[in-house]
């Protein structure tokens, strides 16, 4: 399945974790994971991502034409370092986030991943995705 979306990933605990940026077009993505890679998350895909579940988890790939690049507004389609696939650990909608919010889920494609709201220009946005990867049991899908 591909989806409208962007995935980046950090190495947690020795893994590539995922996360999958879903919103509408112009909405953010891309400026997200391009600001996400200072924050030591690596680019899977950008705009496009492929989608499959294997042994139970959700995995992300680029479409082959799309690996290694990222749309970078007033500057086009630009190579970056990329990881091949990540696992998805975290789905996040660009949308206004609650302050407080109660935890959420969402299957895709028969798996159960966390889910949750980002301003995708917030400045603190990148280190907030960061945060919840490592706030997430991703074996369990729930919160530690």
Do not use: C, N, Y
Not at 17 to 33: N, R, V
Not at 84 to 96: M, Q, T, Y
């Amino acid at each position: 399945m591909i989806v409208h979306a962007g995935l980046i990933a950090r190495r947690v605990g020795g893994l590539w974790l995922g996360i999958l940026i879903e919103g509408p077009s112009g909405a953010g993505k891309s400026d997200l994971a391009l600001r996400a890679l200072d924050h030591g998350f690596r680019l899977v895909a950008d705009d496009r991502v492929l989608l499959w579940a294997d042994g139970g988890r959700l995995w992300g790939r680029a479409p082959d034409p799309l690996a290694g690049l990222i749309e970078v507004r007033g500057q086009g389609v630009v190579p970056v370092a990329a990881v091949a696939f990540s696992g998805v650990a975290l789905k996040v909608r660009l949308e206004p986030p609650e302050r407080m919010p109660d935890p959420a889920t969402e299957t895709v494609l028969g798996v159960e991943i966390p889910l949750m709201a980002a301003d995708p220009f917030e400045l603190s946005a990148p280190a907030k995705l960061g945060r919840a990867l490592e706030a997430f049991d991703a074996a369990h899908k729930r919160r530690i």
